[in-house]
């Protein structure tokens, strides 16, 4: 009875050393693998080609750095709602493409920005707000959930209605259908809808959104915190891919202007 | 564990309720008056009729539930003549398109469970009936019916609780039901394990009470023992 106790205890106290492991692990060594969270569903930055293969200028950038900095690097799927959740858990060690905000840097840390927009409204060409909580009340505006446009518009967008949703995608399906009159992202990625087909008769309104409060300083790469191995391996990549010009092949295969920002 | 994140999130995930709620039980009434009518097809006469209902049932089970609410709620609203329909007004409406795909869907599956109920009635109690002379109706309303929701009533019961575990999907298409709510918290907290765990606490609590209305029932029918 004590001796089985006694196991109980031991394979209780094992699997709570297992269910930490970050406490454990050499945070400042950079692991053997690197696996990258990607949403896949963010074009031009990031989306699957027919064969499901997931390519974009996240991909190219990410894959640049890797074979710089002789990283094993291997891409992982995941949702955007639970993008985060699953590099705490461990699903990953690295997401790539996600805004450096503070309120995010409550639960991860971040690499270095590799590309900077503000946050526009894309809405029908024939139509005009005055972009203002008062101005947009009536309104019903839709972006992705878990994106920091959420955030922003829950504070600042009180009188509107507003909708989440799991994909852009999706945002400009409801947009196009008429459930939605507005929709709230990052003014680069909505390019990409406004120059398809299904884009002709929208366009940009309104101002640009870059508070750095709610939009931080720009898009980067987050590791678990602490985890600075990865992190500054991945910033000297994000350097040196800057300075010799790289960056700027892969920047000029994806958009006709320089996406780094300022 | 976050206690504190979980004990502050109670009041706003059991203000999906009310909505999980209406979904599933507007759903189940709907769904419920169109499987009679798919298995008054059913067992038509007409072959035709027959068929028709064979395939509504084939299609309607064998494709994901999550697949009939997208197709209802983005798919149809990329035609122009829907959008210009009378109908627009309710397919425009989360609410009214993930209703619609739910009571489709439980549609099939409670015809399929009735069909079965009607096929384990004995020939020999309804030969009885006729011999004592009921009328047809009074037959079906006094012998047939009595019997086969008797043996329905088990699976019909399983499908209830289906359904209210099916409204999740809702939350899919921008529905805050408690998913969705649950799915928002989390997109801020980042806390999964924590927000998840009571939002299955509150399915397993509509279906606590889901279960006991079906025992009610199932009680209420049967006879009692001699």
Redesign the interface.
Known sequence: MINRFATWMMLAATAMTVSSPMALADTAKVPEQVRIGIEGAYPPFNYRDAAGNVIGFDVDVMNAICARKKLNCTFVLQDW??I??GL??GKYDVIIGIGITE?RKK?VDFTDKYWATASRFVGRADKNWDYTAEGLKGAVI?FQ??AYQ??YAKDKFTQSEL????TLE?AY??L????IDLVFAAAIAELNFLNSPDGKGYEHKGPDFDDPAYFGVGVGMAIRQGETGVRDVINEGIREIRADGEYKMINDKYFPFDVYGK | MNFELMWESVPALLGGVPLTLQLALLSVALGFVLALFILAARLSRFAWLAALAKAYVFVFRGTPLLVQIFFIY?GL??FDDV?ASILWPLL?D?FWCSTLALALNTAAYASEIMRGGLLAVPPGAIEAAKALGLSRLKVLWTVTMPIAARQAIPAYGNELILMVKATSLAS?V?LLEVTGIA??I???S?A?FEIFILAGAIYLLLNLAATMLVALAERRMTLPAR
């Open positions: 709602d639970g985060i959740p705490l858990v309120e639960k839709g959930s878990g959420e955030t909708k989440g949703y799991q999706q399906l409801d196009a259908a008429g459930r | 983005y609203s990329q959008r425009r989360p899919t921008t799915k928002q989390i997109s801020r980042y999964v």
